[in-house]
Protein backbone atom coordinates (compact mmCIF):
# COMPACT_ATOMS: atom_id res chain seq x y z
CA UNK A 1 0.00 0.00 0.00
CA UNK A 2 1.28 3.16 -1.02
CA UNK A 3 -0.13 6.38 0.88
CA UNK A 4 -0.14 9.99 -0.24
CA UNK A 5 -0.86 12.77 2.11
CA UNK A 6 -1.82 16.39 1.02
CA UNK A 7 -3.54 19.32 1.78
CA UNK A 8 -1.26 21.00 4.45
CA UNK A 9 -0.29 24.64 4.78
CA UNK A 10 -0.15 27.49 6.62
CA UNK A 11 -3.46 29.09 8.13
CA UNK A 12 -4.09 31.51 10.88
CA UNK A 13 -5.47 30.37 14.15
CA UNK A 14 -8.75 29.22 14.06
CA UNK A 15 -8.93 28.65 10.64
CA UNK A 16 -9.61 25.18 8.84
CA UNK A 17 -7.85 22.58 6.84
CA UNK A 18 -8.42 19.23 4.91
CA UNK A 19 -5.73 16.71 4.59
CA UNK A 20 -6.42 14.05 2.15
CA UNK A 21 -4.42 10.89 2.14
CA UNK A 22 -5.08 8.67 -1.28
CA UNK A 23 -4.15 4.59 -1.28
CA UNK A 24 -3.16 3.08 -3.57
CA UNK A 25 -2.08 -0.86 -4.32
CA UNK A 26 -4.64 -1.83 -2.46
CA UNK A 27 -8.06 -0.71 -0.93
CA UNK A 28 -8.42 0.63 2.06
CA UNK A 29 -11.89 0.19 2.47
CA UNK A 30 -11.58 -2.20 5.42
CA UNK A 31 -8.61 -1.21 6.85
CA UNK A 32 -7.87 0.67 9.90
CA UNK A 33 -6.87 4.35 9.18
CA UNK A 34 -5.20 6.87 11.47
CA UNK A 35 -3.89 10.69 11.43
CA UNK A 36 -0.66 11.05 13.30
CA UNK A 37 1.11 14.19 14.25
CA UNK A 38 4.85 14.69 15.11
CA UNK A 39 5.73 18.27 16.34
CA UNK A 40 9.46 19.45 15.91
CA UNK A 41 11.24 17.36 19.38
CA UNK A 42 8.32 15.63 20.09
CA UNK A 43 7.36 11.97 19.53
CA UNK A 44 4.01 11.27 17.31
CA UNK A 45 1.05 11.16 18.59
CA UNK A 46 -2.03 9.97 17.21
CA UNK A 47 -4.93 12.40 16.47
CA UNK A 48 -7.70 10.43 15.12
CA UNK A 49 -8.81 7.01 13.22
CA UNK A 50 -11.19 4.90 11.81
CA UNK A 51 -12.34 1.07 11.60
CA UNK A 52 -13.72 0.93 7.69
CA UNK A 53 -15.58 -1.79 7.69
CA UNK A 54 -17.82 -0.39 10.73
CA UNK A 55 -17.55 3.15 10.22
CA UNK A 56 -16.44 3.86 14.09
CA UNK A 57 -14.18 6.93 14.76
CA UNK A 58 -11.49 7.54 17.59
CA UNK A 59 -9.94 11.08 19.00
CA UNK A 60 -7.38 12.13 21.03
CA UNK A 61 -8.62 14.19 23.19
CA UNK A 62 -6.98 17.88 22.04
CA UNK A 63 -8.60 17.38 18.46
CA UNK A 64 -12.18 15.88 19.78
CA UNK A 65 -15.02 18.28 18.45
CA UNK A 66 -12.54 20.00 15.78
CA UNK A 67 -11.42 17.49 14.01
CA UNK A 68 -12.91 14.86 11.76
CA UNK A 69 -12.41 11.32 9.90
CA UNK A 70 -14.00 10.54 7.04
CA UNK A 71 -13.18 8.61 3.82
CA UNK A 72 -14.37 7.86 0.54
CA UNK A 73 -14.34 4.44 -0.58
CA UNK A 74 -14.96 4.82 -4.21
CA UNK A 75 -11.73 7.20 -4.33
CA UNK A 76 -9.20 4.91 -1.67
CA UNK A 77 -8.74 7.91 0.01
CA UNK A 78 -9.07 9.04 3.81
CA UNK A 79 -9.86 13.15 4.85
CA UNK A 80 -9.03 14.73 7.93
CA UNK A 81 -10.70 17.89 8.21
CA UNK A 82 -9.60 20.46 10.58
CA UNK A 83 -11.43 23.17 12.30
CA UNK A 84 -11.12 26.03 14.94
CA UNK A 85 -7.14 24.93 14.36
CA UNK A 86 -4.87 26.16 16.90
CA UNK A 87 -1.23 27.05 17.07
CA UNK A 88 -0.36 23.77 19.02
CA UNK A 89 -1.91 22.04 16.09
CA UNK A 90 1.31 23.14 14.35
CA UNK A 91 2.88 19.39 13.53
CA UNK A 92 3.95 17.44 10.17
CA UNK A 93 0.85 14.98 9.81
CA UNK A 94 1.10 11.49 8.53
CA UNK A 95 -2.00 8.87 7.65
CA UNK A 96 -1.14 5.14 8.28
CA UNK A 97 -3.04 2.21 7.17
CA UNK A 98 -3.19 -0.53 9.46
CA UNK A 99 -2.84 -4.52 8.35
CA UNK A 100 -5.24 -6.72 7.36
CA UNK A 101 -4.71 -7.80 11.33
CA UNK A 102 -5.29 -4.98 12.53
CA UNK A 103 -9.44 -4.88 13.39
CA UNK A 104 -9.31 -1.79 16.08
CA UNK A 105 -8.10 1.62 15.94
CA UNK A 106 -4.86 1.69 17.67
CA UNK A 107 -3.28 5.07 19.53
CA UNK A 108 0.09 2.83 18.94
CA UNK A 109 2.11 4.34 15.77
CA UNK A 110 3.85 1.05 16.12
CA UNK A 111 0.61 -1.17 15.72
CA UNK A 112 0.41 0.76 11.80
CA UNK A 113 2.07 -0.69 9.04
CA UNK A 114 1.75 1.64 5.82
CA UNK A 115 2.68 5.71 6.50
CA UNK A 116 2.19 8.26 3.89
CA UNK A 117 5.28 10.77 3.53
CA UNK A 118 3.37 13.53 5.88
CA UNK A 119 2.36 17.02 5.20
CA UNK A 120 2.82 20.11 7.60
CA UNK A 121 0.41 22.41 8.83
CA UNK A 122 1.48 25.37 10.46
CA UNK A 123 -1.04 27.77 12.46
CA UNK A 124 -0.27 31.23 13.78
CA UNK A 125 -1.43 33.00 16.14
Known amino acids: VQLQASGGGLVQAGGSLRLSCAASGRTVSSAVMGWFRQAPGQEREFVAG????????YYADSVKGRFTISRDNAKNTTYLQMNSLKPEDTAVYFC???????????????????WGQGTLVTVSS
Open 96 to 114: AAGPLTLWQVSANPNDYDY
Open 50 to 57: RRGSVSST
